[in-house]
């Protein structure tokens, strides 16, 4: 357990390449609030908005992102014939549970113990299809990345996704988290590169979504490390 760390939270590392990952987050330049970011869990509690779902696209309603809607390391919407709504109707009583359409990072709150990383992150961008709305609605199973409420900037987007995408932050967090939930407070505890080392992270993949092997080339070149 770190001393300073005031949630005292003890880090179990069971190997050297844990205990390196450890030290290497500890030793990150920059919380969230640096970063000029927060984290946040999405507003939208299905059940308790379910007058308001709609299970595809209509008049009238927004986008409604699910886990479902992961594709990689991007967002595919809609996914029609999913078990799970695709859209929200946009009225007064549903505007407090939206925000500006825009780029953010994603981030699943609970994971299946089959994937290989327990932190999964994906960049929601207003591309294609999505363009065309003033708000999204993002489902309570996630948590977002935004800047005061507003959309984050591309590049520090991609570079945030690929960082929580590495091994890196995989080991480390399996050290402090023996479950398959990840919090907006985990998120908020957890350090962070400087905004220009995640710009950097960025540079090169001209909006492609990296694969495992090339995120963890990227961050170990970075760090200077290897946890494979």
Known sequence: ???????????????????EARNTVMGLPASLSDLGIAVSTGRVVDFRAKDFLRPNPEDQTVP???????????????????RKPNALLAKPETEALLVPNGVYVLVKRFTAK?????????VFRP??????????????????????????AK???AGLAIYLNSTLVDSYFRQFSGHTQVN????RC??????????ELAEGTDGQCPNQSAIDTAVDAMFRMSLR
């Open 1 to 19: 357990m770190d001393p300073a760390d005031s949630t005292r939270v003890v880090h179990v590392a069971l190997e050297v390449v844990d205990d």
């Open 114 to 122: 089959e994937e290989r990383r327990r932190v999964v992150a994906a």
């Open 155 to 157: 590049k520090l987007a």
């Open 127 to 152: 591309e294609g299809n999505l363009a065309r709305f003033q708000s999204v609605g993002f489902e309570n199973h996630l948590n977002y990345f935004h800047r005061k409420g507003q959309p984050v």
């Open 64 to 82: 409604l992102i699910y886990p479902l809607h992961f594709n990689g390391m991007s967002v595919l919407w809609p996914h029609l014939g999913a």
């Open 184 to 187: 907006a407070t985990d998120l």
């Open 190 to 199: 957890l350090r962070y590169p400087s905004a220009e080392q995640l710009s």
